[in-house]
């Protein structure tokens, strides 16, 4: 009884140990979990993409946003001299059954503020897909309520 509580905590332990986590290893829910608001945290609030892809994104990373390349050497690339001039302010996120999705509000100086929710998949310790929706708010929108409550 107390290996099978054991386990899992060794497996995070061995997890978060680890330089990157990619190539993938096999990872449960807990781990998985872990990894994914590392990523959250290097990638959102420390605005570090290079860090935040070596260490948790596969290097086929698989984009579906039409306006970026798949692979995460592009995403580093195109990401790494943009996140200094953004903010984001995270509303809610979530993991469950190996996806994660952030909900936040991005600030970039000239444009207007934009919704956006990135949803991330995970195969073992690793992300390997990313969706996202992006929505500006219109000058003259006909809903009164805040996008971001």
């Not at 054991?6 to 872990?34: G, K, W």
């Not at 100086?109 to 500006?136: F, K, Y």
């Amino acid at each position: 009884m107390k290996l099978n509580i054991l386990v899992p905590i060794f497996s995070v332990l061995s997890l978060s140990s680890a330089a990157s986590y990619c190539p993938s290893q096999a990872a449960n829910h807990t781990a998985q979990r872990q990894i994914f608001y590392e990523f959250v945290t290097k990638f959102y609030l420390n605005k570090d993409a290079t860090s935040a892809f070596t260490d948790h994104v596969d290097v086929d990373y698989i984009q579906h946003n039409p306006f970026a390349k798949s692979g995460r050497d592009n995403a580093i690339t195109s990401l790494s001299p943009l996140l200094p001039t953004l903010n984001f302010t995270i509303l809610r996120t979530n993991f469950n059954n190996s996806t994660g999705w952030v909900h936040y509000r991005k600030d970039q100086t000239g444009t207007l503020p934009t919704a956006v929710v990135d949803i991330l998949r995970m195969n073992g310790s690793c992300i390997v897909e990313h969706w996202d929706v992006v929505q500006e708010r219109p000058a003259n929108a006909t809903n009164p309520l805040a996008m971001w409550s």
